[in-house]
């Protein structure tokens, strides 16, 4: 992988090794970082081996400067396509809201999409093999004063300064990270309260499809094509993206907790078993890339669908010890804003500028540097997390106020409005602190960062004595 080059490490540092549970999209891209940091890891992945499935994945301004920083941006172009409008529906076909992407000349980027499966094997490809260890299912963790050993299902245990809970929105590391915190008589009350569950939801990516049969995908950029059902629980969205292939999203609304109940024991991922009742529902429904949903799960591998629950939840813990959580783990957002994945990297970003900084492997030192993670990230979570449920009510939501809230917005609120409420989020685009910055792009505001004192510090060490060499 090629980067922009760091300065060399001029002072000796203890170097904290990191166990990562979870080997999703965070966990990988963190993996990634901590390997620039010059940051031993090892990943742990409950799983027998990936799991391809999944649908859209939308990557923008908020990340892409980093991408720039490794290297890796114009690779990533190269299995994305940028996305150019909003278009919502009803179940007719009518249109309903048809609003483009922001402009790159204010972001510096597109607004750019790629399926799930695509979005993992690139930076699968990143990470070393022999760094991701599957069928390692967590069972607990223990700390002593040098560092964190966790047990895992298979007997086995492992050894670090950190322990990074990257498992998802069930996660284990966090369950047990909770009752550490309610056995000190110490967690926050909505740290006790259950996940929030509004949505089902139905995910897919077809094999790559005929051009002629599916026009759509002959585009050498992506619009998001969304349709807001009449007379049913229902949304469902789809996108082109590389190789012909389509990827759909559909959710059903919950009105009203006690349909909710039943699913309440599982919390997982539904595999493809679970998925055919509600393929059943909707399958006669109009996609708007062309024919029915029934066609695009005629030519997606059953394999490769899935269904969830869509739950969502800010934790306010996500650290004691030297056990933190990143991504879903410490905050599940409902998906309407497009920001889970964008959101579980800048926290990788972040997390890893922090380790850099540590002087010290005792415990108080790494407690400073993981609280210190979280005060950085915090703000910008809570402002996503609300702004995905406000999304939510406008994309998804079939209750009367949330329809009568809709069509006030779709109707009366002028685009300029709109825009400029948009334009506030590409404001936020961290970097890694150690490396040379990306260049600024687009002509909006980019809010500050708090700076390496050791890059800097390095940086200037290292530019002394290139100029005691010339003298």
Known sequence: MTAHPSYPHATERPVPSVLIVGGGIGALFLAILLDKAGIPYEIFERDPEVRTIGSIMALNSNILPTFEQLGIYEEFKSISLPCKSLKIMNGEMEKILDVPTLDERLTGYDYRLLSRPKLYEFLQAKVPADKIHFNKKFVSSEETTDGVTVHFADGTSHHG??????????????????????????????DDIELNIGYS????????????????????????????????????????????????????????????????????????????????????????????????????????????????????????????????????????????????????????NCLYELESLDTDSIKRALQDYQQQRYPHVK?????????????????????????????????????????????????????????????????????????????????????????
Not at 169 to 179: C, G, N, Q, T
Not at 216 to 229: A, E
């Open 161 to 190: 300064s950190i322990l990074v809970g990257a498992d998802g929105a069930y996660s284990a590391v966090r369950r047990e990270l909770l009752k550490t915190l309610k056995d000190l008589d110490i967690l926050p009350p909505a």
């Open 201 to 352: 939801c139905l995910v897919g990516t077809t094999d790559s499809v005929d051009p002629e049969k599916y026009p759509f995908v002959k585009n050498q950029h992506t619009d998001q094509l969304q349709v807001i059902g009449d007379g049913t629980p229902y949304s469902w969205t789809c996108f082109n993206v590389r190789d012909n292939r389509l990827c759909y999203v559909i959710i059903s609304q919950y009105t009203t907790v006690a349909k909710t109940e039943n699913g309440k024991f599982s919390g997982r991922r539904w595999g493809p078993e679970h998925c055919e009742e509600m393929m059943e529902q909707v399958k006669d429904f109009q996609a708007p890339c062309g024919g029915t949903l029934g066609d695009l799960f005629n030519l997606t591998p059953r394999e490769k669908i899935s269904r969830v629950y869509l739950h969502d939840k800010l934790f306010e813990s996500w650290t004691h010890g030297r056990t933190v959580l990143l991504g879903d783990s410490a905050h599940k957002l409902l998906p309407s804003a497009g920001k889970g994945a964008v959101c579980a990297m800048q926290d990788a970003v972040i997390l890893t």
């Open 383 to 471: 402002t996503l997390y609300e702004s995905s449920q406000t999304n939510a009510l406008f994309v998804h939501g079939q209750t009367v106020f949330e329809k009568s809230l809709r069509y006030i917005v779709f109707n009366w609120v002028p685009d300029s409005v709109m825009k400029r409420d948009w334009s506030k989020d590409p404001s936020y685009r961290p970097q890694i602190a150690f490396l040379p910055q990306a260049a600024k792009r687009g002509t909006g505001k980019i809010l500050p960062q708090k700076p390496s004192k050791r890059y800097e510090e390095e940086k200037r060490r290292i530019e002394e004595r290139a100029c005691i060499r010339r003298l």
